[in-house]
């Protein structure tokens, strides 16, 4: 089986159990799974942006504009998460 990117949905040339797993972020998700699936990412910020989208369904409208300003997002993280707590007095754009 071809390694995944869990957020992007990105297939990689891969396969899960060879040593290439080491290329990417890996997590072990039994919470929202519930069969502990291994997840891969390409860097932490996405990992975050996944688990952000996880626990706010009403974002994932944005999925894919967060996706692509993944990089304004890590570089403004706690600006970010105002947002997504409280999108009408937050100063974050996308």
Excluded: C
């Excluded at 990689?12 to 990412?41: A, Q, T, W």
């Excluded at 996706?67 to 937050?90: R, Y």
């Amino acid at each position: 089986m071809n390694i995944t990117n869990k957020l992007t949905e990105e297939v990689y040339n891969y396969k899960i159990g060879s040593i290439d797993e080491r290329k990417f972020i890996r997590v072990m998700d039994g919470l929202n799974s519930g069969n502990n699936e291994k997840l891969f990412f390409e860097s932490e910020i996405e990992y975050k942006i996944y688990r952000t989208l996880s626990d706010n369904k009403h974002l994932e409208q944005y999925k894919t504009v967060l996706i692509s300003k993944k990089d304004l997002i890590n570089n403004n993280w706690q600006a970010f998460i105002d947002w997504v707590e409280n999108p009408e007095i937050s100063t974050f754009q996308l």
